[in-house]
């Protein structure tokens, strides 16, 4: 079926095409090349043309796993949705310590792979991807067991990975500006520090947080921001499973 021609064109809503001969190229080394390409160059590098020159293939070959673009990128996010750590539902009593680590293993991978943040609205139906769907499978098993009821553990989940997409997206941002800087991210702040104190001048609260801030190690800082953030989120859902 063409990709025009589905209700909702995805490849995860399309029957995968069978051949009866050994094809050259697998879908998966067409989805482990598209990786690199854009952990290399970055999302506006990728085009199906400059994969095939990577991969020495024709166009037919790569369609014949992969109709479009945007198919192709909805097997990329859910390669990068793959590599986060499942929680562990096997102790209810740990519920907390499960999802600390499952957001912070869906924080690094975003960051290893900045380009993702960029695509998360225009990934169609990403959520039927195998890898995403064993991920929110494992979160709606550790909070369920905890005693949230599925609707409620379905929220639970969605505010958790929201917060985690949330600070993910400013902090790849960020490090893809650094990147392109060619500086690193002390050198960027020092540069910047006197600009910005003298714009939060008239502003008592900032200034104050600004003064406060100056010379820290701005990486443990965005660590310690995104522990503290989720500590909060968890606080909450805590709280509201005790009633």
């Known amino acids: 079926m063409p990709a025009d021609d589905q209700p909702f064109p995805s490849v995860w809503t399309r029957p995968r095409r069978q051949r009866r001969e050994q094809p050259a190229l697998s879908r998966e080394q067409i989805v482990a090349t598209a990786l690199q390409l854009l952990d290399a160059e970055g999302i506006d590098a990728l085009s199906m043309r400059k994969l095939g020159t990577r991969l020495n293939a024709g166009a037919t070959s ?69 890898n995403m769907m064993r991920l929110f499978e494992s979160l709606l098993t550790v909070f369920e067991e905890a005693g949230f009821p599925l609707p409620k553990a379905d929220q639970a989940v969605n505010t958790v990975v929201s917060f985690v997409i949330g600070v993910s997206t400013s902090e790849a941002a960020w490090l893809t ?67």
Not at 72 to 100: F, K, M, N, S
């Open 62 to 130: 790569m369609y014949s796993h992969v109709a479009t673009k945007d198919e192709l990128i909805e097997l990329v996010v859910d390669e990068v949705y793959g590599e986060i750590e499942l929680p562990d539902a096997g102790d209810p009593e740990q519920w907390r310590e499960a999802a600390t680590r499952c957001a912070h293993s869906l924080r690094a991978a975003f960051l290893r792979h900045p380009w993702i943040v960029s695509v998360l609205g225009e990934v169609g139906m990403a959520y039927l991807g195998p």
């Open 177 to 243: 500006m650094l990147a392109r800087s060619g500086r690193s991210e002390q050198e960027w702040t020092e540069q910047v520090w006197p600009a910005a104190e003298r714009a939060v001048a008239p502003y008592p609260r900032l200034r104050r947080l600004y003064a406060a801030q100056r010379g820290q190690d701005m990486g443990g800082a965005r660590e310690d921001g995104f522990d503290g953030g989720l500590a909060c989120v968890l606080d909450g859902l805590e709280t509201r499973l005790a009633r």
